[in-house]
């Protein structure tokens, strides 16, 4: 990086990935400017209004904002090469990175901690990224989930700009990137069909540790993780043998009272998922010299991430929960908190892509066939589609077909609207899937509809 601020233009600024890394670098005292498709297609487009009061310029997605004063041009992996942006900048000779070569770049400045792992690592990385910050360890942090505290007017809450050495980072091995991250520190959370293989990811989690100077926080519960450790490794969990294991635990609706080591500790979030995330954030900055009493004394305020458990109704009729779940074991997680809640559970799920779900259809399938309970309700939404040039040869229908041959309850829906047709026969409605912010507004609307 050249001395003195950097101008630097990010291509599809909307996404959570750049849009933390362009919140951080303006936060950093550069000059920041981009756009994206959402907010051509919706001006007044919320993220748009705070990135704006960021002091961050927003043009048009047609290549008339970049010139020659840009030091360097960041692109969204989701910009495809032949847009007018790309090839705007390839004919200024602008020096082009995709996002995940830029947040490489970025952390070999920092003492990095990477959160890797294929579920938990925006509610791992926020916490950590919280729990230094109330420790006075002041890191940076580019997360892709929204922390609920470090949320501004002017900051959607991925991304804060810290005055040390440390530098938090959700390491998301869906690009591949996090083979060539270098950080000094890694957080391993768990290993289960996501984005690539199982043996694929294992791969990358091998590279990223061996890459990895100092300590590699490994959950010990894990099976898929048993070959996945390396030296300087520390384990965390909450049911086999391991450096930082859990006891005397006491599952409350929405919270959770543990011991570890004599020292007792609430986390402010439900399920067991969230005690192994607390778990893994305890177990490093324990190792870096923090005690375990003063870790206590700030993890009960953590709030979460948004669209992470999001409760938008609690009352004793009815709850209505949005979240991010989209893989078979976040969804399992998710289930399994919820159905100790409430006995009749209306679940409504949209997966993302097309890609991925063809990859994970028989265990999508298989996860809702082994949750869901005669008293039960599925009901899926149409896949996501964000653009591209995916083959569209399946879709919920399929999925729903699947389960429906295991003998339970589900229904794919087209039109939203059906979901709100008398939605007073459950107890619980869940709206879970990624990557479409309007599943917090179905949730909203199946909300106001009971309340």
Known sequence: MKSGPLKIFFSGIAGSGVSAIAGFMADSGNIIAGSDRAFDINPSHPLKQILLSRGITIVPQDGSGIDNTFDLAVFSTAVEADQPEVLKAGKLNIPVKTRPEYLTEIMSFYKAIAVAGTSGKSTTSGLLAFLMQRLGYSPGFIGGGKVKQFRSPSNPGNSISGNSEYLVVEACESDGSIVNYRPEHSMILNLSLDHHTVDK????????????????????????????????????????????????????????????????????????????????????????????????????????????????????????????????????????????????????????????????KEEYIRVFADNLRSSDRLMLLPIFYAGGTAAKDISSQDLADGIRTAGKPVEAVNDRKDILKGPSEYQAYVVFGARDDTLSDLAKEIAQALG
């Open 201 to 360: 990811t294992a791969a990358m989690f091998r590279a990223l540790i061996e890459n990895t100077g100092g300590r590699v926080i490994v959950n010990a519960d894990d099976k898929n993780l048993k070959d996945v450790t390396g030296n300087n490794s520390i384990t965390f969990s909450i049911q086999k043998t391991s450096d930082y294991k859990a006891d005397r635990i006491i599952y409350r609706d929405f919270s959770t009272d543990f011991s570890l080591h004599g020292t007792d500790f609430r986390v402010s979030l439900p399920g067991a998922h969230n005690l192994s995330n607390a778990l893994s954030c305890i177990a490093l900055l324990a190792d870096m010299g923090m005690s375990l009493s003063s870790i206590a004394s700030v993890l009960h305020e953590f709030e979460g991430i948004e669209r992470r458990f999001d409760v938008h109704l609690n009352t004793k009729d009815y709850l209505v929960i949005d979240d991010y779940a989209h893989n078979p074991h976040k969804i399992f997680s998710l289930m399994q908190t919820v159905r100790n809640l409430r006995e009749r559970i209306c679940y409504i799920f949209q997966p993302h892509g097309f890609g991925p779900t063809r990859l994970m």
